[in-house]
């Protein structure tokens, strides 16, 4: 990137005095002032990215796949998010960023992007895609979110409202997608297993499930 005026220079780049990039030693700085003023220790940082990195889109998935099975557990989900997940293990972050689940109907399709860097719902999705940090998704899913949704395969009727949800440090969210037809006699794990990461950010659908054979 560029060279500051404090003549500090600002790379991405790996620097070699201690083979750490920009980003590395900036959040080794970062966590050595929360732990010195008492903000947090080590262990808690190091549990918080424990966490993430356990979690992947399947967990998200058999969020949505409960919610589709369950009505009331998608009402409590819809409604409040952090203490329906506690039904199924997971444990928001009682400080911010707080999480919305949107559910997706017939009349209105949402997507979430984050226009300012990369905030995603990383407790129930784990890391987020490369395209979803990418500046062409974060400006493009504004501008023209049909467009992009075409490239991942949706075309949606133009009589459904499409609501883009930006993402912040504040609030992410969780799109709860419709359930596809002909899935009435799935089980949670086989609905699950249709519930796709994108599907999840919003871009696209979930898949539809292979035929079955007649009974
Ligand atoms: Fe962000």
């Known amino acids: 990137m560029s060279d500051g005026h404090d ?16 980003y590395g030693r900036r959040a080794q700085a970062i966590e050595a002032l929360l732990v010195e003023k008492g903000l947090c220790t080590s262990e ?11 979690r992947s889109p399947a967990d998200g998935a058999r969020v949505i796949a409960r919610a ?11 409604a409040d998010p952090g203490s ?15 999480l919305a689940v949107v559910e997706n109907t017939e009349q209105v399709h949402h997507m979430v992007v984050c226009t300012l860097c990369s905030c995603y719902p990383r407790t129930l999705l784990g890391r987020p895609p490369d395209w979803y940090k990418s500046f062409a998704y974060r400006s493009r899913a504004v501008v023209d979110p049909r467009g992009v949704m075409r490239e991942f395969g949706l075309e949606l009727d133009e009589s ?4 883009v949800l930006d993402s912040t440090a504040d609030l992410r969210y969780l ?10 006699s799935l089980s949670e794990d086989a609905l699950a297993k249709l519930v796709s990461r994108d599907s999840m950010i919003g871009v696209c659908n979930p898949r539809v499930p292979d035929p079955v054979a007649a009974d």
């Open 68 to 78: 589709w099975a369950d009505p009331g557990f998608k009402a409590r989900l819809l």
């Open 175 to 184: 799109v709860l997608p419709r359930r596809p037809a002909g899935t009435d």
């Open 7 to 22: 003549g500090h220079p600002h790379h991405e780049g790996m620097d070699a005095s201690d083979g750490l990039s920009y």
């Open 84 to 98: 329906a997940l506690t039904e199924l293990g997971y444990t928001l972050p009682d400080t911010t960023p707080h």
């Open 160 to 163: 459904v409202e499409v609501r």
């Open 44 to 54: 808690e940082v190091q549990s918080a990215m424990d966490n993430v990195e356990s």
